[in-house]
């Protein structure tokens, strides 16, 4: 097949049976126990979710349906041989647990531009905000315009099957990835640029075509895009930006509504909005000292001010990871490559060896190494992409390819309502003095 659509077709009976088979089998099987800790801490640890197109190994990081970041860029088509894994490559990936061929890729690309069309009254809902409102309300703005075209709430309306949930679910994912880089681009555009829109260019692939609509036709820029929208697509599903898509799929709210929650989710300073911080806070850095060619010392003292006046070094820690991230290290890699004597990806490489012996001096932090959003700022600012306020929207776009896929799952297998229990404090105290 080199439509999507047939290839997935084929997956859902054989994935939905798996699943009646754990459940109807193994369904007393314990998966581990619950502790005061996890329930007061986050639920971190907590198996409590199937995902099925990453998973995070603490120690090694995210695998694609079982691949490494370095095996994506090796196995995975990019726009020429040798080249970046396309986000097309991924979606497809991380829809079907298989690697695509180069036409199969071409394919999806193609059809990813054909649903591109976005109604006039998206963009006057965002324009409907003042210029001055954070990208990424604008962002949500647009996509809850978008979900005025909803494939799966007429379906509903007009009294769909159970059975047949994905496939309106499908049509609605795939429009909304389609469609979120021209919203992206036209926020961006609106807010730092001119306001005019750059149209998208049939002869493009979904990763290059976004940087295209911002404004950006550097070559090593495009390629860029293609690895950071890939990387930044999924990273398992506990993460909040997917978990809250998945949350609020479960009462068959549509993909529209469920992807502008996790966008909401993305906005929080210790998730996806951490890659802005990053680089406010290395503007920061060059600002006190008046260059980025500093010494170890003043990065230790300015670290050190930071934690003092109880702030967290953004970009560092992970709720699972306990090693430097690989998203981290691929971006690195990148950068080694294109922007070698770039001044602030050098400081960026200094500070990834001055703040981990600090923070792990502090006793509790669990993970003092890099995460992805340490990195990204810094090459998206070379490229010219310089307005930090702006990252996480990038970040939302890409997550799309990783939630999306996963929405179709749900309802293709039937996953129900989530509503797992709460206790009040009072009885969780009971609890405790009872055990
Ligand atoms: N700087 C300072 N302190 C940190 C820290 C950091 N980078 N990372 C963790 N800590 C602190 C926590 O704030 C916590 O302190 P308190 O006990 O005083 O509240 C303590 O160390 C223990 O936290 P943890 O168990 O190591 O980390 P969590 O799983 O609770 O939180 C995370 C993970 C990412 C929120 C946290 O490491 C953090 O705030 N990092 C900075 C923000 C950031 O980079 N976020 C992006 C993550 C990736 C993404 O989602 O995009």
Redesign the pocket.
């Known amino acids: 097949n080199t439509d999507l659509y047939s290839e997935l077709k084929e997956l859902v009976p054989e994935n939905q049976e798996r699943v009646k088979k754990l459940r109807k089998e193994h369904g007393n099987v314990e998966l581990g126990k619950i502790t005061v800790d996890m329930v007061l801490?986050?639920m971190?640890g907590m198996t409590a979710l199937v995902w099925l197109g990453s998973a995070v190994d603490p120690d090694e990081g995210i695998r694609f349906r079982g691949m490494t970041i370095p095996e994506c860029q090796k196995k995975l088509p990019g726009a020429f041989p040798g080249g970046e894994p396309l986000p097309e490559s991924i979606l497809w990936l991380l829809l079907t647990g298989k690697i695509p061929s180069k036409e199969q890729v071409d394919s999806l690309a193609q059809e990813l531009r054909s649903r591109a069309t976005i109604p006039d009254y998206a963009y006057k809902a965002i324009d409907a905000l003042p210029v001055s409102a954070h990208p990424m309300t604008q962002f949500t703005t647009g996509v809850m315009a978008l979900q005025v075209q909803s494939e799966f709430q007429k379906a509903y309306e007009g009294g769909i099957a159970k059975t047949r949930y994905w496939e309106p679910t499908y049509e609605d994912t795939m429009n909304l990835i389609a469609r979120l880089p021209a919203i992206a681009a036209y926020i961006y555009r609106r807010k730092y640029k001119d306001g005019k829109i750059i149209p998208l260019d049939d002869s493009l692939d979904y990763g290059a075509n976004y940087a295209h609509m911002l404004g950006f036709d550097d070559p090593e820029m495009l390629e860029f895009m293609r690895l950071y929208v890939s990387i930044h697509s999924d990273?398992e599903g506990g993460?909040?930006s997917s978990h809250t898509a998945h949350l609020v799929a479960s009462p068959l709210s549509d993909p529209y509504l469920a992807f502008a929650a996790a966008l909401n989710g993305l906005a929080g300073?210790?998730?996806?909005l951490?890659?802005q911080?990053?680089l406010r806070w290395i503007r920061s850095i060059v600002a006190e000292f008046g260059t980025p060619n500093i010494s170890t010392e003043q990065l230790t003292e300015y670290i050190h001010k930071t934690?003092n006046s109880g702030?967290?070094?953004?970009?560092?820690?992970?709720?699972?990871l306990r090693k430097t991230?690989p998203r981290y290290t691929c971006q690195r890699e990148f950068a080694l490559k294109h922007l070698p004597n770039d001044p602030y990806f050098q400081l960026v490489s200094k500070i990834k060896e001055v703040?981990p012996p600090i923070?792990t001096k502090?006793g509790?932090?669990?993970?003092?190494w890099p995460?992805?959003?340490?990195h990204s700022g810094v090459l998206l600012n070379y490229y010219g992409l310089t307005e930090e306020n702006y990252y996480t929207v990038l970040?939302g776009v890409a997550r799309s390819l990783g939630v999306g896929p996963q929405l179709i799952w749900d309802r293709a297998l039937g996953m129900p309502l989530e509503r797992p229990k709460s206790v009040t404090l009072e009885k969780l105290e009971q609890l405790c003095t009872k055990s």
């Open positions: 801490g986050g971190r990273h993460n909040v300073p210790l998730h996806g951490a890659n911080e990053v934690l702030q967290v070094v953004p970009g560092y820690g992970h709720g699972v991230d703040v923070l502090l509790k932090v669990k993970n003092p995460n992805v959003d340490a970040f």
